[in-house]
């Protein structure tokens, strides 16, 4: 099946899964309103999967569902690109532990006091740090393996944004970073703010795949910037985060970055173009 199908069908997927939240919470008396395998609901409790005896935890295995994707995504589109496989094997572990760094580094920024107060650990990220972060890890592989850094940007684009649904995806299994208590029959409804951004995330990782040929030269991580940007500061209006800075949030803010840095490339281009279409002319 076509690759952009199977993206229109993840889609629907997270569609009916919102769908199925909304009927499954409005419906149900208690506030312990979660399917078996979720903690999503009134009580938000952090829950594990006991395998062979082991806890394991949703969240993380998302991110294990995401190094995977990540790895048959860096396979299937290395050919464009002229890697090989092993190359993308190395790249989509490279991107998952650079990208981790990264969220993890903006997170610690973040929340200083609280990380000087109850230490350092695992848990705890902040995704706009992988946005940032990136490029320069991706810069930093390019240079080690001596290849184009541009085109190996275009190539990582997509792949780091799957790996951003994947764990989005683990936020609403896990209960975290979900959206605003709305009451329903005088009961909270929580909003699932992690399926809206995994439906706005997986559009938009759509267009960066129908507009890949198209734009280039690391152009498609602009596009990917402003889209993620927009996108993401949708989101944030339904979610009930600290939005003391200006009435917005830090994910807002962050947000603001993004799509600022994408007109910048969008004017420096314009004005690129026209300075040769002159050039162009005068010639003649």
């Known amino acids: 099946m076509n690759k952009k199908v199977w993206i229109l069908w993840a889609v629907l997927m997270y569609v009916l899964t919102f769908l199925l939240f909304f009927c499954r919470a409005a419906f149900t008396d208690s506030l312990d309103y979660r399917l078996p395998f979720m903690a999503y609901g009134g009580t938000f409790k952090y829950h594990y999967w006991y395998i062979c005896g082991m806890k394991v935890s949703l969240y993380w295995c998302a991110h294990v569902v995401g190094v995977v994707g990540m790895m048959v995504m860096c396979y299937l589109r290395r050919r464009r690109f002229g890697y090989s496989g092993a190359f993308a094997a190395i790249t989509a572990f490279m991107l998952a532990f650079m990208g981790y760094i990264g969220a993890k580094l903006l997170y610690t920024f973040e929340n200083w006091e609280k990380v000087l107060q ?42 780091g ?15 975290c970073c979900h959206g605003k208590y ?18 706005f995330d997986l559009l938009l ?6 507009l890949q040929d198209k734009i280039k030269n690391g ?23 600290d939005k003391s800075i200006m009435g917005m949030s830090n994910g807002q803010i962050f947000s603001v970055v993004c799509v600022f840095v994408m007109l910048i490339f969008i004017i420096y281009d314009f004005l690129v173009d026209m300075k040769m279409a002159n050039q162009r002319r005068s010639n003649y």
């Open 161 to 175: 944004l799957l790996m951003l649904i994947c764990i989005r995806t683990g936020c609403f299994l896990n209960g």
């Open 118 to 159: 109850e230490g350092f650990s695992i848990n705890g990220v902040s995704f706009f740090g992988t946005v940032f972060f990136m490029p320069a890890a991706i810069y930093a592989i390019s240079e080690v393996a001596g290849i184009v850094y541009k085109e190996y940007l275009d190539y990582c684009t997509p792949v």
């Open 205 to 210: 990782l759509y267009a960066l795949v129908v």
């Open 219 to 241: 152009r498609l991580y602009i596009a990917f910037l402003g889209g993620y940007g927009i996108l993401r500061f949708i989101v944030e209006l339904t979610r009930d985060t």
């Open 182 to 199: 709305i009451e329903y029959k005088k009961r909270p409804i929580v909003f699932p703010s992690q399926l809206l951004e995994c439906v």
